[in-house]
């Protein structure tokens, strides 16, 4: 479980395709004017200035996040946010000196009355005891509220996804958010469509900056293996569930 290393994008934490690939053009709102962008984030450019991760998902992280997402291993989250602390560290720079709102993915409260737990927040709050400068975050746990359930998007194209996932939450303390720099805090960032359509709401409420940080990302290289596995693991859960 190492972290991510090599050439990624600069906004979205994509690996990319080649050493030389295309630098950026300068845009007065993207994360780094002159760093190298992957081709989407080329073509648009995403609600939030930066994303980033600690490793691939995959191996033996997978597994980790699989405990305790669906074993309900809680203690996983201590060493899982161990990981998002370190993903955290590499926005540190980005971060003006005010206060950062941490804003953790939410679960339709039905999910999370199965589960027991919201995953991202567990990991959120064990990462915030750990990062160097924990007094300049605060957790609002929750800020963010998925408002209706979605359907799965395994097999949906990339446009399918946004339009499933648009719509689905909701800011519930705007005056909050106004003004204010949002850090958006999940496990995995597979397409990156759920956390785009939390930065977007909130960019919406006024937020002046949403940044992401995720324990795992999907790269490019294993995103038909990650596929595979989401498949699986729908078929798990719908077996469980009964």
């Known amino acids: 479980m190492r972290p991510i290393a090599g050439g990624l994008c600069a906004i979205c934490g994509e690996r990319l395709i080649s050493p030389f690939a295309f630098a ?5 709102s993207s994360a780094e ?7 989407l984030c080329r073509r648009l450019e995403p609600p939030y200035l930066k994303a980033t991760a600690y490793g691939s998902y995959d191996g033996g992280l997978r597994e980790l996040i699989h405990l305790l997402k669906y074993n309900g291993v809680r203690p996983a989250a201590n ?7 370190e993903a955290v560290e590499d926005l540190q720079p980005h971060f003006s000196g005010t206060e950062v709102l941490i804003a953790p993915v939410p679960l ?30 605060h957790l609002s746990a929750n800020l963010l509220e998925r408002c209706r359930e979605t359907t799965s998007q395994i097999g949906l194209s990339r446009h399918q996804r946004r ?9 519930t303390k705007p005056d909050d958010v106004n003004g204010r720099e949002v850090l958006v805090v999940d496990d995995v960032f597979t397409t990156g ?17 949403v940044y992401v940080a995720t324990v795992a990302r999907t790269l490019k ?22």
């Open 79 to 85: 060493v899982l946010g161990r990981m998002l602390a």
């Open 221 to 242: 290289t294993e995103a038909q293996s990650a596929m595979r596995d989401s498949e699986t693991e729908a078929r798990v859960a719908m077996a469980a569930a009964g």
């Open 108 to 137: 339709h409260a039905r999910k999370q009355r199965q589960r027991g737990f919201n995953q991202s927040e567990l990991i959120a709050r064990s990462a915030l005891k750990l990062t160097s400068t924990g007094s300049r975050f």
């Open 163 to 171: 339009e499933n996932i648009r719509g689905a939450f909701r800011v």
């Open 33 to 39: 004017s002159g760093e190298t962008r992957c081709g």
């Open 193 to 209: 469509t759920t956390v785009s359509e939390c930065a977007r709401i909130l960019r919406r409420a006024g937020a002046s900056r």
């Open 24 to 28: 950026a053009e300068p845009v007065q």
